[in-house]
């Protein structure tokens, strides 16, 4: 730790959460996004359902909590954003630790341009579904409509700069008037409307065939990619590997406990995730669509079915009414990691930063909209480059560089043995998992697998 000098005055007047409960509602809504409400659905499809939910739910438990854990007692040990985390947590001699809080305040910026473009898509179908419902039209029709938007890139980037101007909006009030604020309007309505969505899906004809899918696993369909897929969706999900938990771990008081509030995190976002799926297969299968339509599957194939439900004009409202907001409470925790970056470390004004940041943000987002190319690489980059390669370093750092009687604060209120275990897996478990996924990215573990040596050894020839 480096030597204690007081404080600037802006550090000391850093606001925090009202509560213990407005943290998890804050964090979970960070977590609960278009990974949820619109990935989770689609990889299930086109990996194969069951079994790649079990997997998805073991990589949770073996490297996404231990590292939301991570993440968020790193925040709540140094109170500031993630590049000053590193900096204030980091023994004398080694700030270069700080590159990894770096790495996460531009993943922040990268991710957010184009997840806003997504968002926008999902803004643009609420005001369709009340002006120009998909009530009655032919199928083709309504393929077309999503065709048209994502190659029409004007409309796509208005949709993009007003989802933008809400997400400063929010930043601009900061922690309690903004961030907390906020998740305690929209939380609420997001948990409302999923559940009557699945209700719903309750009364169709195929809502044991959808959930069979889901929750029945056949091991014979689960492939390598299948795997690592889940792994990377682990890390996407619980917003994971780029600071935003270590920035909202930060604004947590003192005296507040992690564990459970993790826990809870952890909990609630894999559980909107299923509550998506069990919303969405029932339909899917109710009106014999392929549930491997892949991105496009909440976009394209679910109007196919509003078209043809009685109130089907409601249920497509409240559907992407339900992506918007899940979408805008994780936007507001990607802005937030690089706005207290400049308010954190520059001592920047909160009311400046907030809304020149969104727009340089928008701005990068603006090729997304033009150009798929560009949208798949920076997608590409951010979900298999920044957040594994953070994700490990932050595990690592956690681990083994972090004092160990900063940790043991944290557990204080724990047996010993959950302390041990934790660390453990930090150091060892999540980021041997993780290097392999990087690893595979790179098409490494392909190569080393097709050497004649290797395989002579493994016997494979
Ligand atoms: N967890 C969000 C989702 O599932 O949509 C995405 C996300 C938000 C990733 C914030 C990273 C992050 F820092």
Redesign the pocket.
Known sequence: MSEKKSPPEHLLQRGSWGSKFAFVLAAAG???????V??FPYITGVYGGGAFVFVYLFSVLLVGLPLLIAEILLGKSAHRDPVGTFIVLSPKGKKYWQLVGWMGVV??FV?LSF?SVVAGWALSYVFRSIFEPFSGLPPEKIDHLFVELTSSPGIEIIWHFIFMFFTVGIVIGGVKKGLEKWSKILMPLLFGIILFLDLYAATTKGFVTGLTFLFKPDFTKLTPDAILQALGHSF??????????ITYGSYLKDEEDIVVPAVSVAVL?TLIALLAGMAIFPIVFTFGLKPSAGPGLVFRTLPVVFAKLHFGMVISFLFFTLLTF??LT??I??LE?VVAFFVDELGWDRKIVTPVVGFLIFLLGVPSAIWDSFFDFVDWLSTNIF?PVGGFFIALFTAFVLEEKLKKIHFARYPEYLYRGWNFTVGWISPVLVAIMILNRFGILKLIFSSPFLRKLLGVE
Request: zero cysteines; hydrophobic letters at 55%; charged letters at 5%.
């Open positions: 960070s977590a609960i996004g278009l990974g949820n619109w990935k993943s922040g991710i997840y996407f999900t619980l917003s994971l590997g780029m600071g935003a938990m976002d899940a979408a994780s936007a925790s990607l990691v957040l």
